[in-house]
């Protein structure tokens, strides 16, 4: 079904730019852990999900540090829209994404080992720019990591909603203004003349 308007089609495009960052925050930390775990040519980090649709395990996801989008929530703050050259558009729409990354390995020492390396490359990467990371989305300028800690409660409902057990894992809160200004929702006509009342005239 094709986009009906400029607001299904920001949304859309919303939805490729966060896959897009997705694969790129993927890329980096399968490069990082290529170098420092020596873990071989084949890519240990995979963007997927734990079950599919028709609730079969993924496959995918078999020996593999499992990244998968768990919440997305819009920053709720005051947003006024912006006016320029007689146009209105829409404010930076200001996300966080709830990234869960969790090590689906047989060995238990080893998923332990690449969750510690997980978290030493946010630790040492915690903001995503174009300067460090040239293939992110030209929409959105800065991606900000946190380390997101869940109380018990929460972990056991997190882990129940995904159908799974517990595994050595980080979640992190990943924030990043979307710039969409592109997208007009109001043209304002320029005043061309002035009509005053006849008695104003006078």
């Known amino acids: 079904m094709e986009p009906h308007s400029d607001w299904d089609k920001f949304h859309l495009n919303t939805f490729e730019m966060i896959d897009s960052l997705l694969k790129v925050i993927v890329k980096q930390l399968n490069e990082r852990l290529k170098h420092t775990n020596d873990t071989g040519p084949e890519n240990l980090v995979e963007l997927s999900r734990f079950y599919l649709p028709d609730g079969q395990f993924n496959e995918q996801c078999a020996e593999k540090i499992v990244c998968s989008v768990v919440n997305i929530e819009e920053e709720r703050q005051l947003k006024n829209n912006r006016t320029s050259a007689g146009l209105i558009t829409q404010p930076p729409l200001q996300l966080s994404l709830y990234v869960l990354f969790a090590a689906n390995l047989k060995d238990y020492h080893r998923a332990l080992k690449m969750t510690s390396s997980v978290l030493s490359f946010f630790q040492s990467r915690a903001v995503l720019n174009h300067q460090n990371s040239p293939r992110l989305p030209e929409e959105i300028n800065k991606v900000f990591f946190e380390l997101y800690t869940l109380t018990f ?50």
């Open 153 to 202: 409660e929460q972990i056991n409902h997190l882990w129940g909603s995904l159908g799974t057990s517990y595994m050595p894992s980080a979640l992190y809160k990943v924030r990043l203004i979307i710039d969409n200004e592109n997208m007009i929702l109001e043209e304002i006509p320029y005043i061309t003349k002035v009509e005053l009342p006849p008695d104003a005239e006078q």
